[in-house]
Structure formats: structure tokens, C-alpha cells
């Protein structure tokens, strides 16, 4: 089970919003992470044929996605970062409406409604109205509506866009239970959305692909270059000030910085320090 991005590049007019891209996706958890702009919506929409590329090509088991067509599509399950539905429709009935326009039997969408509302949580909820619900239980909805054809890719657009932090992390638990046997790219600027559940992080820069490594394999890239220094002393040519913290023994900063600053203490780097170190100000 493989797809496969090999050199693409995608225009609009004289903009380039991707070039030349390539990279590869088995089963597990893949986090696109890159700041808004960057390029993630774009190769989200190459993934699911929402876009054709200008150049190179997608490949799933080594045939072209777009030759591929319906049969490609419909082993994807896709939530977009705002998906639509009837506010009036409880998720039961909306699920087996979206059953029935995948094709599936009735009886058997309507099994995979509710075994589906009872995996994200919904069961006690699954006959009330959507419009009475949370950003969160939306979101849920989604999931589920995403996976009704048990896809073996499951492709999720900035599914935390919004959420609170409690749901942000029903939400990450959630995925941890889906993302077993199917390939699962999770699109996102919320580092703590995928630190944790991520296998692999795939970062966009400058519309080119930056780097595709585990979590530990891009933290490991700063070590040594991430140091904390108390609060308020002027930083030096080459510091980049990455976020404040109130530390044991008062505020401090926290500082990317090529060479040890004098009195500066090291400090193992994280995802958020390695991200903000990658996108600098001013950079994508």
C-alpha cells in the first residue's frame, strides 16, 4: 500500500504554490506541517483530485491517480477544513444520506452510521440536530463522514482549526484509534496537534518540500542550538528569540542560536522550537 508524489510541481498563472515535490506515503500517521500559505491546502487538493498538477505526477500502487479515477477516489476519506451539512439532519441521518451518495447499501450505511457515531463518541447524541452542536462535535461528525467507506487513505485538512483544547485532544486520541492499517496525512499549523501521533513530519518552505522525518529525527537537527536565557538580556546578531516561559527561578527566553550565548543553558528542543527555527519571520 503506496502513494507516491514524484516531482510535482503545481502553477496558478505566474504563481508557483509547489514545486517539484516528491515524497512517499505508506501506512501511519504523516503530519504536513507548515505555516498558512505554504502550500498544504495545494497538495491536500492534489491528493484527492481536487487539483491536477502541472507537472510530474501521483502515483497509488504505481498507476496514476487521476488515470485511476473513481477507484482511486474511492479509497479516499477526506475532511476538508470546513466540511458542509444540514444544520436541521442529525449526524444518523446525515451519515446514511452520505452512505447512500457513496453508494453504499442501506442497510449496511446505516450499520456504519452507528458504529461510526460510537467510535467518535456521538451515540448519546446521534438524533439531534447538527445546529445544536459544538465546533468539536462537528468535527466528530466529520471524522466519521470521512471514514464511512473505511478508506486506506484518510487525508484531514486543519481538522483542529477552532477547537478548544480539550477537543484538540479528544480529537488526537480519536485519530490514534483510526489510524491503524491506512495511510493517515493530518494538514496543520498546530504543532501539538501532531507531536505526539505523527510518525512522520512532512514540512513545506518556500513552496518545496523541507524535510519528511520522524518527530525526534527534526528536533534532532537543533540540538545543541536551542538555549534558554533569563528574561530581558539583549540578544546578539544570529539569536532568534523563539517563545518566553516563567521558569523556576523567573522569566526566561528561549533562544535558537548557531553558538552557546554566554550564560545561556542548554535545553533539548521540542517540535515548536524546531518550526519556529525552520519558519523565521518572513519565511514559508
Known sequence: MALSVEHVTKRFGKFTALEDITLSFTPGVYGLLAPNGAGKTTLIKLLTTLLFPTQGQILWEGEDIFS?????RALLGYLPQQFG???????????????????????????RAEELLALVGLSEVMDKPMKTFSGGMLQRVGIAQAMLTDPAILILDEPTAGLDPRERVRFRNLLHSVARERIVI???HIVSDIETIAGQIVMLRDHRLFCCDSPAGVCQTFRGKIFELPLGLPLAPGQLLLSQRQG????????????????GVAVEPGLEDAFLSIYREGSQ
Open 68 to 72: 485511476l479515477g473513481e477507484h482511486y
Open 186 to 188: 493530518l494538514s496543520t
Open 248 to 263: 523556576a527561578d523567573g522569566a526566561v527566553q528561549r533562544l535558537y542560536c548557531p553558538e552557546p550565548p554566554p550564560g
Open 85 to 111: 451539512y444540514y444544520p436541521s439532519y442529525s449526524p444518523r441521518r446525515f451519515l446514511r444520506y452520505a452512505a447512500a451518495l457513496q453508494c453504499l447499501p442501506k442497510a449496511q450505511g446505516a450499520a
